[in-house]
């Protein structure tokens, strides 16, 4: 009977950790007005000229864990439609994305001569219909932390996307 209850137990926290910060409530493939916060705030929306919108929503809206307050979430559509859920934090002394990223999607593994607040790089890795990139970079005075979550559905319409963008930006260079 111990047995069970511990299970369950364990069960029951695992639960409780997952809804604590669910920013994938809302369905890839789901228009902008799915979207809405706990504040009753409109989500803060920058839209651009390829079809692409970027949709920023505070954490603490979402989130009920404070370590997560100071990461910047953004939901990206292409023709009002999620194809990109992305996380950022900047400048915290920890890995707590880094963390939660591996809890949720799957560990990767890190050089074993590199601490793990030390380690840079990109990995990249499939969970069910889902792509996972995760990401820590230095940049001026610190790092980053960046996870980004695509579905395998939309990576064409991203990579279309993406393309159209670059496109317009070697055409700039001249």
């Known amino acids: ?47 651009d000229k390829f079809g692409g919108e970027s949709l920023s929503v505070p954490m603490i809206d979402i989130c009920e864990d404070k370590d997560f307050w100071n990461t910047k979430l953004e939901y990206f559509y292409i023709n009002n439609k999620l194809v990109r859920i992305e996380l950022l934090r900047v400048q915290q ?4 994305l880094m963390d939660h990223a591996m809890k949720k999607y799957g560990k990767f593994t890190l050089p074993v001569t590199v ?17 996972i990139q995760f990401a820590v970079i230095d940049i001026p005075g610190g790092h980053a932390e960046v996870l980004r979550i695509i579905n395998k559905l939309y990576f064409k319409n991203l990579s279309d996307y993406q393309q159209k963008v670059g496109e317009w930006e070697d055409s700039t260079q001249n």
């Open 115 to 131: 601490e793990k607040n030390k380690w840079r790089g990109v990995n990249e890795w499939e969970k069910g219909n889902e792509l």
């Open 93 to 96: 002394n920890d890995r707590k």
């Open 1 to 47: 009977m111990g047995r069970i209850a511990l299970i369950l137990s364990f069960l029951l926290l695992s639960i409780n950790f997952s809804n604590a910060c669910d920013y994938e409530f809302s369905n890839f493939g789901d228009a902008k007005k799915s979207i809405s916060t706990k504040s009753g705030m409109a989500p803060i929306v920058f839209p």
